[in-house]
């Protein structure tokens, strides 16, 4: 049973990121497959990190991906221009929640998601809590 639409909290930022569905990703019942979507999942937590912080700071900390869970509502067929957004709840110690709404041309929720990524440092690949410095760019400023 699929959960309420996931709606961003108001003191989120939102990032959208356009898809492309490509020939590839159509299975054989017509419409973007599943697995698709995890990837998708993936790419918008990885552009929403990438544009907000520079490359210094991408290059000491890292995420990593603990599980994702995705709800299926409206098959994307062939030819569609959906996007992602995206938005992270609260940071618990090394680990962040991210929500993914996948929303057709027309802005109906086709797929959403939450992933549960986990902070560590880029070089030793050990979990570490979430500094401040790197949660308040997540957050809008009021």
Same mark, same amino acid.
């Given at each position: 049973?699929? @959960? ?53 700071? @991408? ?84």
């Amino acid at each position: 049973m699929a @959960r309420a639409a996931l709606e961003p909290r108001a003191d989120r930022e939102v990032f959208t990121l356009p898809l492309a569905v490509k020939a590839e990703h159509i299975d054989a019942n017509g419409h973007v497959n599943n697995v698709v979507y995890v990837g998708w999942l993936q790419d918008a937590g990885t552009a929403h990190w990438n544009h907000l912080f520079d490359a210094a700071t @991408r290059a000491r900390w890292s995420w990593v991906a603990l599980r994702h869970e995705i709800d299926y509502l409206r098959p994307l067929p062939p030819g569609s221009r959906p996007v992602a957004r995206t938005w992270v709840g609260d940071p618990q110690g090394p680990r962040f929640a991210r929500f993914v709404r996948i929303e057709d041309e027309q802005g109906r929720l086709c797929a959403q998601g939450v992933s549960e990524w986990c902070l560590v440092d880029a070089a030793s690949m050990r979990p570490h809590r979430i500094p401040p410095e790197l949660l308040s760019p997540f957050v809008k400023a009021g």
